[in-house]
């Protein structure tokens, strides 16, 4: 029985639990959902998760915790993100004298 809510709602919802990350879902062929999750002023994706069953989307409830779920893997995400070195660009040359 598909009683999700529509993508907008979603979006809504999302949004408001995961500020200051901007959410956009989008339905997939096989009814699943795709969120992406980004900065309003950022280049890249922060957190992109695919083949999210429908019933997660019935209500605002699910839809809570889909969000505590979605935070935990974008905070996962950004401390791996962190902890690697990072490049730099544009410094002395490693075999100058």
């Not at 997660?56 to 409830?61: K, M, P």
């Not at 969000?67 to 660009?89: F, H, Y």
């Amino acid at each position: 029985m598909d009683t999700r809510l529509p993508s907008s709602r979603i979006e809504a919802i999302l949004r408001d639990h995961l500020q200051p990350y901007h959410c956009q879902c989008r339905t997939e062929m096989d009814n699943s959902l795709s969120v992406r999750l980004f900065r309003e002023n950022g280049d890249y994706d922060e957190l992109t998760v695919l083949g999210i069953n429908p019933d997660e989307c019935r209500d605002a409830e699910h839809l809570h915790r889909l969000a505590q779920q979605l935070r935990v893997e974008l905070d996962a995400t950004r401390a791996t993100l962190a902890s690697r070195p990072a490049c730099a660009l544009g410094g002395p040359l490693a075999n100058e004298s």
